[in-house]
């Protein structure tokens, strides 16, 4: 699958202002109408170390409204997470209604660098698939929306990004072993994102991969697809929303279907009926 995927796209300077302000704009107004919608939605992105993760997220951030949106940093889990079931800890940050969550690195770690770093024995990372499934099948029939990125790169393109910070003296700190340990291992990464790409793939939580060498495409793309998913989101709830039984549109199914039927009068003439005489004392 990423060897199909075309690294050298790239967007001109000029093409990028022109379509940059409207989809930061319709960003901006889908957020809203999803908080009407009480959409819930959740954005996951995944990619390779230096791939730019971090600006596409924070180029997202600038045209959201802070109060209705949470970003989830990744971070190893905590004593008491450890020793909760691995999804735990992505079940308690889940956005509610009309929010949105975005989770920079996600439960996807499992597959990727918990298995490629041994972290977790074989049948842990394998009984992983199964699971997240689940957990997003849940989360769809729920309600929520679904958008998951991925930022691919080459291992040549990695390189040159992890020296290139590594030699600023403001940036430098961003660069650990572990990237380049992850630099290193960039081929068994690549057999591991593969599988992860092709099983956890469904209609109601597909995978988008973003060509990110030139950055001004990623961002577009990026954009791009999350504003015709929220879009799809919007329409899908308004037009059956009320199969969520605890939205609005699911509320006011239940209410119409709970309030009784009117109940004819005994004197009603029936339709088309030709009117009765008065009665005459």
Do not use: N
């Amino acid at each position: 699958m990423l060897e199909t995927v075309d690294l050298s796209l790239a967007l001109g300077k000029e093409t990028y202002k022109k379509q940059a302000p409207p989809l930061r704009e319709s960003l901006r107004l889908l957020q809203y109408r999803c908080k009407d919608a009480e959409i819930p939605i959740v954005i996951v992105f995944e990619g390779w170390d230096a791939s730019g993760k971090g600006l596409v997220i924070s180029k997202l951030l600038e045209r959201l409204d802070p109060r209705g949106f949470t970003v989830h940093p990744a971070r190893p889990p905590t004593p008491e997470e450890e020793a909760m079931p691995f999804l735990w800890r992505y079940w308690i940050r889940l956005p509610g209604d009309g929010e949105i969550a975005l989770f920079d690195r996600s439960w996807y770690g499992r597959l990727l660098i918990e298995r490629v770093g041994k972290l977790v024995k074989k049948k842990v990372w394998r009984r992983a698939f199964e699971e997240i499934t689940q957990f997003e099948r849940q989360l769809a029939e729920d309600g929520a929306l679904i958008v998951k990125f991925f930022l691919h790169i080459s291992k040549k393109e990695q390189k040159r990004r992890l020296t290139k910070l590594e030699k600023d003296k403001f940036e430098s700190w961003r660069v650990t072993k572990w990237d380049w340990k992850h630099h290193k291992d960039y081929d068994k990464y690549v057999t591991a994102i593969e599988e992860m790409l092709a099983r956890t793939e469904a209609p109601h939580a597909p995978w988008t991969i973003v060509e990110a060498t030139d950055k001004r495409h990623a961002e577009i793309k990026v954009f791009q697809t999350l504003v015709k998913a929220m879009e799809g989101a919007v329409e899908w709830r308004q037009t059956k929303g009320a199969e969520i039984g605890r939205s609005k549109l699911g509320r006011e199914a239940r209410a119409r279907q709970a309030k009784p039927s009117p109940v004819p009068r005994k004197d009603a003439a029936e339709p088309g009926a030709a009117p009765s005489k008065p009665k005459i004392a």
